[in-house]
């Protein structure tokens, strides 16, 4: 695709409309079994982007869940950064209204049952029962977002480092993001 408009509608990759209406498809999926947020279904967005469509690099994806996660605003923002990455401005409206609308229209209904029901033994499991599932996903995340960083020790290090600040002290996640971000300054990773 030559120019600057096709590019900024349909994006570098130059994808067409079947493309966008199944990147919209995907993410309203993801959206209805994002259990924990968006973030918790990084490992299968990346597998239709990257491992199915090649339209990203494996460090492409995560340059889009890293721009997406510093921006300041919404934790979502990761999605419109891999939509235009795939698809300019169509792929954003594709992925953002995919991930936004269901879920949103799930969790108004779902907010108004449970907040009736709230003293119901099924719905008091049933919420339990969400944090599990809450932490594998994100740890299905975490396994994508390091796969392409494996080989580098500095990685695990920060790995540990932050899981270590995470569980054993109080301190802002932010210093852990510091030393990351750190560390690719430096070139260490």
């Not at 590019?7 to 924990?36: N, Q, Y």
């Not at 108004?112 to 919420?127: C, D, P, T």
């Not at 500095?154 to 996640?173: C, D, E, F, H, I």
Request: with cysteine.
């Amino acid at each position: 695709m030559n120019g600057f408009w096709p590019t900024l509608l349909w994006g570098p990759v130059g994808i067409d409309a079947s493309d966008a209406w199944r990147l919209f498809l995907h993410f309203t999926a993801l959206s209805l079994v994002a259990i924990g947020g968006a973030i918790t279904t990084v490992s299968e967005m990346q597998r239709l982007v990257v491992a199915q469509e090649g339209w990203l690099t494996p460090v492409q994806f995560n340059d889009c869940i890293a721009i997406g996660q510093a921006a300041p605003g919404p934790n979502v923002l990761f999605v419109a950064a891999i939509g235009y990455s795939v698809g300019g401005l169509v792929g954003v409206a594709a992925t953002m209204a995919g991930s936004l609308l269901p879920s949103a229209v799930l969790a108004v209904g779902a907010g108004r049952f449970g907040e009736r029901h709230r003293h119901a033994r099924g719905v008091q499991a049933f919420s339990a029962g969400l944090a599990p599932l809450t932490i594998g996903l994100l740890l299905a995340t975490g396994a994508v977002l390091l796969r392409p960083m494996a080989a580098e020790p500095v990685a695990w290090l920060l790995v540990a480092g932050t899981l270590w600040l995470m569980l054993r002290t109080r301190r802002n996640p932010m210093w852990a993001l510091a030393a990351g971000a750190l560390a690719g300054v430096l070139g260490w990773v």
